[in-house]
Structures are given as structure tokens and as C-alpha cells.
């Protein structure tokens, strides 16, 4: 049977199959890898999948594989930077010709994927090999995935290498972990206390892992705005732009300081620390310093200043200042570009070297404009999109999937220099990890081969993730519909769900904006969809680890979904519109019953793949609607 080219990810640009499957004759040619190539862990797993062992031996012998394998890098081929021909002919032959080191990991990778996609022999080699003409290479540049790990959630090591290892395959090459306080800054344990953060050998150990998968590990850290985890604590309060604090949507109604005070030189002075601290750990000459949704800006400290200079101005000033720092330490800034943005007549004096993130999660977020605007003022940019997860449950994958698009469409039109996934954590960071796996696949398509995000609904989204994700677990139909379950409900809402709002929100009256027209019928519709989906979940494959606890992990999504929109329908029926304390003792003993299975569970499954701190912290937002239900 030919295997399906429509199942190599990214999709590649120019692809041709030939007509029926070849053998090696008896007698092949050496496989030729250089051995500091042949060392390079994709490149070894590639050849230790030609040989059909677990691992490579001696990668260069004639007897390394019955399909002889070629790398040629070679800066002539007539291909852009990061681009790859692979070939096998009609003998057996392998060739993967370069431009650059890149362009043959990139190749390798889709080699290895054409070789999953034959039957195996018993020993695990392919028994024959369709062959298979490639020419490819990438519309962006760098292609990115930015994980929030200081919402709660900080995965161990053994998760990041992990995720590292999928995205690598993906021909993502970019990784960045989104920090506001989840690093282990020497002298400011008291911020860091209890968020069981990376620490240097972390970092240092992450980066070097990135760094031989083709990945480059970017240090993320956070400058002016949501730094309330830090600002909180009394020897930091005295930066803060509003020490006596303002109710932001991270402070869950709290008043906290949020950003630092951009005209006091000790908030630089704080920020040459902490970089002096971070950078050194990353081989990377980039900084991602942040610098998005100063709310408090100009209504405190800087009042006088943002009065007489403009609030614009006050940040451009500080964002320069920090790239002066960041310059003499060798990197490039990168900023998330909403405030300069709304201040287009300042554009021109942005350090031209700095590079501006476009950001937005909708479906019909502007990027065309914004792209155009950034484009004529001569910055380069990303653009950057998300997965949609958080604050979700289960996924809004249908509007991840336009978003996606949409960025990949835009910042191709208007030369952008990079795509950036990003996946967030707000509110408990609940989502489990899989939940991402499908936008992260779709982006990782998109951002290599922007063709494909011309029609997004043709991306064989559930059969890539079975081949590609979780192989272990035929789970892909049952993450797509989980990731779309949300819309049975009746109601899309902007960055967030229906079921999310209801389960976490119990207190919350249902006459606010998003649920002032639920219907009793479609939530139970919904949870009934969930039930199913839940039912026809399937085993994992004897022995999988992974795809057992992919499986657990949808399973308590599901579960979710239904006590969400159970627990919705309940209040609807018997009218307990303003918080669910007004519902029966039996009814909410129940639900109580079942949030606390929930709780259980997600415990287990949070600790499978995350660090212990922030946990608790998580647990509270479940705890809270616990406590509702039982002591009204």
C-alpha cells in the first residue's frame, strides 16, 4: 500500500511519490554520514530506524542499513537557508542535500516520517521503501512555541525534553518558557519560594538539549507588566508603578501592583540582575523582555511624566533603556508589540534591531493591519498567535485553527521574520498539555509551509496527531471533538468557554456578559456529546505509557466539560441565577462529589508531568466551587 504523503508534517512544499515500492539489492552502498553529523541525536535515531535497532552503533559502517543513506550539506544547492531535497530513487538509494546543517535535520525529519510510514519488518527495519522525490524548505524563518510555565504550572524536565523531541520532528525551531517568576534568581528566593522553578542546571541542561535537536532555547523573562508576582512581596513594592495596587485580571478582584515604575532607575537596576542571572544559562542571542498590557501605566508614580512627555513616550523611553542593557550583553530585544502598536507615530524610534511580537488569539484578530504597519516602519517582527486552551478546558479548536491561519496568511504577505505559538495558562493553568497538541500541530504546518493556511479545514488534523503526536492512542477524532465540544453549548465565547466559565465561575451570576442566554437543552446536549466522546475513548496500546496517560488526561478534560455544563444546566433548571449556592443541598452534594473525583485525579495527572509548585495554587480555583457547593 502507498503511504500517504498527505501525512508528512509540516506538509511539504514540492512532493512526488513514484509508482510502486522498492528493495535493496543484495549488495548496497555505504550509508555516508559524517560522524559529527552521524552523533547528532535526530540524525542517530534516523539511522538507527534505517538499521531497525533501538539505537545506532557504528552509523557509518556499509552494514549501517539495508537502504544506504547520504547527507550531502552543500551551500550551492540552490535552495533558501533551512531548505532540503530528499530522494530516494528507484534502487534504494537515500540522498538529503542542504544548503546548511539545518535543511539536513529538516530533511532527516521528514525522512524518518516516510519511513514510519511503511510496514516494518519484525526487527524493525522497512522491508521496502516507495520512493519519493522532495524539494522543501520554510516560509518563516523561525518557528516558534512559547509555553507559559509561571501560571501555576512548571513542567519537570523530563516533559519539556519531551515536548522538545515532538516539536523538533515538526520542524519547529524555536522554544521559548514564558517567565514571570518560575526562575531561581539568587537573592530573590522570596518571589520564587514554593513554584518549584528552573533553575540554572535546568535551563542549562534544557538548552543544550534543544540546541541538538536544531531548537534554539530563547530566555523569556517578563520587564514592566505582570510582575505582581513579584511587586506583592515588601522589598519589591517600592518599584512598583502603583505600590497600593489595582484590580487587574490576574488579581481575581484583588488590588496587587502590577507593573514596575518606568521612570525609577531601580527598576533597571532590578532587570540588569535579573538578566545578568538569566542570560548567561542560554546560547541564544535573543531576549523576549515582554513589556505587554501596562494597564497601570501613567496612574501612579509616572503620572507626572505620562502627563507632560505622553504615556507612549514614558514606554518607549523604558523599552529603549532596557535594550541599551539587553545590547551590552550581546542579544537582540524582542517585545510583545500591543503598546507600541497603539502608538504608531512612535514606530520610527523603536532600536531598529529590536523585534516587535504581533499578538492575538481570535479568529478575526487584525494581523493584516497590524503586519502592514510594523512592515513600513522597517522593524521585523513575528507573528504570533495561540492555541486557544487556556481558560478552556478542552480546546476552542476551530478558532485556533482560523487564528493560526490567519497570522501564517498575514505575516507571509508582509514579510514577517517569525511565527510564534503561544500557549497560556491563565486561571489554574487547568487545560492538560494534549489539549495543545492539535493547534500546536496545526501551527507547526502553517508556519513552515503557509500554503496550507489557505485552507485549514483540508489539514488532517486527527490523523496527524494519531501519526505524529500520540502515536500510542488513536485519540485524534476525540481530541478534535473535544476541542470543538464547547460550541454545542450554543454560545462561542472570546478566549475562553462556555464549560470553563460555568465550572470555575460557580459563583459567578449567569445573567453576566457570555451566559445571559444559556439554554438548559444545549448544555445537556453538550454534556451528553462529552459522555460519549468519553465512552468511545480508547485503550492505549499494551505497554504505552504516554498514550495511557494522553488517555487519562482527555478523560479528565471530558469529565470537566460535563460537570461544567451539568452544573450550569442544574442552576438554569431550578434557577439559581446568581451563584449556585441557591441549588438544592442534594443537587450540590453531588456535584460537590463529583469536583472532588476531579480534583483527585487531576492531582495525579498534574504531578505525572509538572513540577509540585503551583499546584495547590491551581487546585484552589476547583476547591473554591467545592466550598460553594457544600457550605451554602
Not at 387 to 414: I, K, P, Q, Y
Not at 460 to 467: C, G, Q, V
Request: with cysteine; net charge neutral; charged share 25%.
Amino acid at each position: 500500500m502507498r503511504p500517504r504523503s498527505d501525512l508528512l508534517a509540516p506538509p511539504p512544499r514540492r512532493c512526488r511519490t513514484g509508482d510502486g515500492p522498492v528493495r535493496p539489492a543484495t549488495s548496497v552502498e555505504a550509508t555516508k554520514v559524517r560522524p559529527e553529523l552521524a552523533g547528532v541525536p535526530p540524525i542517530a535515531a534516523l539511522l538507527a530506524e534505517l538499521r531497525g535497532s533501538a539505537s545506532p552503533q557504528s552509523p557509518t559502517d556499509a552494514s549501517s542499513g539495508r537502504f544506504p543513506l547520504r547527507l550531502r550539506e552543500n551551500p550551492a544547492a540552490g535552495l533558501p537557508a533551512q531548505g532540503y531535497r530528499l530522494r530516494i530513487d528507484g534502487g534504494g538509494a537515500i540522498e538529503i542535500v542542504a544548503p546548511d546543517r539545518a535543511g539536513l535535520l529538516h530533511g532527516s525529519a521528514t525522512l524518518r516520517q516516510w519511513l514510519r510510514l511503511h510496514p516494518r519488518s519484525p526487527g524493525g527495519a522497512p522491508e521496502a521503501l516507495w520512493p519519493i522525490d522532495v524539494e522543501d524548505w520554510p516560509d518563516f524563518r523561525e518557528r516558534g512555541v512559547m509555553l507559559d510555565v509561571s501560571r501555576n504550572k512548571v513542567p519537570s524536565l523530563a516533559t519539556l525534553k519531551r515536548l522538545v523531541d515532538l516539536l523538533s520532528s515538526l520542524k519547529i525551531n524555536q522554544l521559548q518558557l514564558y517567565t514571570e517568576h518560575t526562575f531561581a534568581y539568587a537573592g530573590h528566593e522570596e518571589v520564587w519560594r514554593g513554584a518549584s522553578p528552573l533553575t540554572p542546571h535546568d535551563v542549562r541542561a534544557l538548552d543544550a538539549w534543544c540546541a541538538d535537536r536544531g531548537v534554539e532555547l530563547v530566555p523569556n523573562q517578563n520587564s514592566f507588566g505582570h510582575l505582581h508576582r513579584w511587586l506583592v512581596h515588601h522589598p519589591y513594592r517600592r518599584l512598583a508603578e502603583c505600590p497600593e495596587g489595582i484590580v487587574h485580571p490576574w488579581s481575581e478582584g484583588r488590588r496587587e501592583p502590577f507593573s514596575l515604575c518606568p521612570i525609577d532607575p531601580d527598576s533597571l537596576r532590578l532587570l540588569e540582575d535579573l538578566y545578568d542571572q538569566l542570560l548567561p544559562c542560554f546560547r541564544s542571542n535573543l531576549l523576549n523582555v515582554g513589556l505587554d498590557e501596562t494597564f497601570d501605566l501613567g496612574l501612579g508614580r509616572s503620572r507626572q511624566a505620562c502627563e507632560a512627555r505622553g504615556r507612549g513616550r514614558v514606554y518607549l523611553d523604558f523599552l529603549r533603556a532596557i535594550h541599551a542593557r539587553v545590547s551590552g550583553w550581546g542579544r537582540r530585544v524582542m517585545f510583545w508589540g500591543d503598546i507600541a502598536l497603539g502608538h504608531p507615530e512612535l514606530l520610527p524610534e523603536v532600536p531598529p534591531d529590536a523585534i516587535a511580537l504581533v499578538w492575538g488569539y481570535e479568529a478575526d484578530h487584525p494581523f493584516p493591519a497590524q503586519c502592514e504597519a510594523l512592515a513600513a516602519s522597517g522593524l521585523e517582527f513575528y507573528v504570533c498567535p495561540g492555541t486557544s486552551s487556556w481558560l478552556s478546558l478542552a480546546g476552542r479548536l476551530t478558532n485556533a485553527v482560523a487564528n493560526l491561519a490567519a497570522a501564517a496568511r498575514a505575516g507571509v504577505e508582509h514579510g514577517a521574520r517569525g511565527f510564534l505559538v503561544t500557549d497560556w495558562g491563565d486561571r489554574g493553568h487547568l487545560q492538560p498539555l494534549p489539549i495543545s497538541y492539535p493547534p500546536l500541530v496545526a501551527g507547526a504546518c502553517f508556519a513552515w509551509n503557509a500554503e496550507a493556511a489557505r485552507a485549514p479545514e483540508t489539514l488532517p488534523i486527527a490523523e496527524l496527531l494519531d501519526t505524529w503526536a500520540v502515536p500510542g492512542l488513536d485519540s485524534g477524532t476525540t481530541l478534535v471533538a473535544l476541542g470543538d465540544l464547547h460550541l454545542v453549548t450554543g454560545r462561542a465565547l472570546a478566549n475562553s468557554t462556555v464549560p470553563f466559565h460555568l465550572l470555575v465561575g460557580a459563583a459567578d451570576p449567569l445573567t453576566r456578559r457570555g451566559l445571559d442566554r444559556l439554554d438548559a437543552a444545549a448544555l445537556a446536549a453538550a454534556s451528553s456529546e462529552a459522555a460519549a466522546l468519553l465512552a468511545a475513548l480508547p485503550a492505549a496500546r499494551a505497554g504505552d505509557a504516554e498514550g495511557e496517560l494522553v488517555r487519562r488526561e482527555l478523560a479528565w478534560a471530558g469529565e470537566a466539560v460535563r460537570l461544567g455544563c451539568d452544573l450550569g444546566r442544574a442552576r438554569l433548571e431550578r434557577g439559581a441565577i446568581e451563584d449556585a449556592r441557591a441549588l438544592p443541598e442534594t443537587v450540590r452534594h453531588a456535584l460537590a462529589n463529583r469536583l472532588d473525583e476531579l480534583t483527585v485525579s487531576r492531582r495525579e495527572l498534574w504531578l505525572t508531568r509538572n513540577r509540585p509548585g503551583g499546584l495547590e495554587s491551581s487546585l484552589g480555583y476547583l476547591k473554591a466551587v467545592r466550598e460553594l457547593l457544600i457550605t451554602a
